[in-house]
């Protein structure tokens, strides 16, 4: 796969695009995205929860793959052991306070509940990342820390993917590989959905747990690496007005009950690629101000931590406040979110970046469930945000 550098391409667009190392719209679309889903969780009724969650897979997808696409390109090979060090001082540090955090509050305070005794019999796929191929959704109405399975799906990607992509440099065994995962898990949630199989069956669990929207998310890095899929894609994306009009068009349809959530699927895709193959896009006002840039820089600690101030909202205010449950929620959310941001995770992420800066002077930002994935991609393996 051709790629084309600024020597030899000047200013043009695919050039600008290779040589950009943030994608601070990204930031703008995942705060929006976290706000979604804790509306979700306190009983806001914007519906479509689990768009805010494709738009999130579709982002790490996208920019997981690039970085590693771009360490290739100005390195000349990819470092598993790199990465998999960065990402696990990313995601585990919080993941597993954020575990610590409800085993006490569940010891202090539904010890002796069906609920409690459910959680504790789930902590060791909790603990492995491995919830959503054996928590199931139907052993009641409530489970704690169910939501966690978007964290397990980021793992099992960071294990599967890189060494698919550090394994050989032609560009249509990846492609090919991860096109056929999806194809595999879309029938697999085909057979279980109509009542074929049975979608209990850890088998077809493990199938159904492969995210479609993260592999359209990779296979999107590679249409943009190549200059002739870049310059498609930026006849329409390019424009100042697409992401506007995406936009637009998603909130139009949003409301209409009728319209199937696969039909948004597309417009995610256009919306993001709006933010990418321009820089400086028509929603740069919104997505790229200094206050929704600081949400999607914390989203991780927001959605590990949403639920503890949400149910404390409600002690506090009582159940039926819904909306004032929510306000407060993300009010202590984000307070706490950041005071974990820059006083615990961040000097995770500064021991992963001590090696690699030596290598590069660079920086494109990081990518993930909720907050994972960096925003900034940099050479090398050494995205940071």
Not at 153 to 175: D, G, K
Not at 267 to 291: F, I, K
Not at 364 to 381: K, M, Y
Request: aromatic share 12%.
């Amino acid at each position: 796969m051709k790629t084309v550098s600024s020597s030899s391409e000047g200013r043009q667009p695919h050039a600008q695009y290779l040589e950009r190392r943030y994608f601070p719209e990204m930031d703008g679309l995942r705060a929006f995205s976290i706000l979604a889903v804790v509306a979700h969780h306190a009983g806001v009724g914007f519906g479509r929860p689990y768009l805010a969650v494709v738009l999130f897979f579709l982002i790490s997808g996208f920019l997981i793959t690039t970085l590693l696409l771009r360490e290739r390109a100005e390195t000349g090979r990819i470092s598993l052991r790199t990465f998999w060090a960065r990402r696990a001082l990313r995601i585990f540090p919080l993941y597993y306070a954020a575990i610590a955090i409800y085993v006490v509050l569940v010891l202090l305070l539904q010890r002796d509940t069906a609920v409690g005794r459910q959680f504790f019999s789930n902590l060791p796929y909790f603990a492995t990342c491995t919830s959503n191929w054996f928590v199931n959704l139907d052993q009641g109405s409530r489970i704690i820390f169910y939501f966690s399975w978007t964290v397990a799906t980021e793992v099992q990607f960071y294990l599967l993917w890189p060494p698919i992509l550090a394994l050989t440099r032609r560009w249509l065994v990846p492609v090919a590989a991860m096109t056929a995962l999806m194809v595999v898990s879309a029938v697999s949630r085909y057979l279980t959905h109509s009542g074929e199989v049975d979608g209990a069956a850890v088998g077809f669990r493990i199938l159904n747990s492969i995210s479609v929207p993260i592999g359209v998310g990779c296979l999107m890095a590679f249409g943009l690496q190549w200059k002739t899929g870049f310059d498609v894609v930026h006849r329409v994306a390019g424009r100042w007005w697409s992401g506007p009009l995406s936009l637009t068009l998603l909130a139009a349809a949003w409301p209409i009950r009728a319209i199937p959530e696969e039909v948004f699927f597309p417009l995610l895709g256009w919306l993001l690629l709006s933010t990418v193959v321009r820089e400086g896009s028509g929603l740069q006002l919104l997505l790229a101000n200094p206050v929704v840039l600081h949400l999607g820089k914390v989203t991780y600690g927001i959605y590990l931590l949403h639920m503890l101030m949400l149910n404390l909202a409600r002690q506090v205010i009582g159940p039926t406040h819904i909306v004032a449950d929510f306000v407060v929620a993300v009010i202590a959310t984000v307070i706490v979110a950041s005071l974990s941001y820059r006083y615990y995770e961040r000097p995770f992420m500064r021991l992963r970046l001590r090696p690699a800066a030596k290598r590069t002077p660079t920086s494109l930002d990081e990518a993930s469930a909720p907050g994972l994935v960096p925003t900034r991609v940099t050479s090398g393996g050494t995205g940071e945000r």
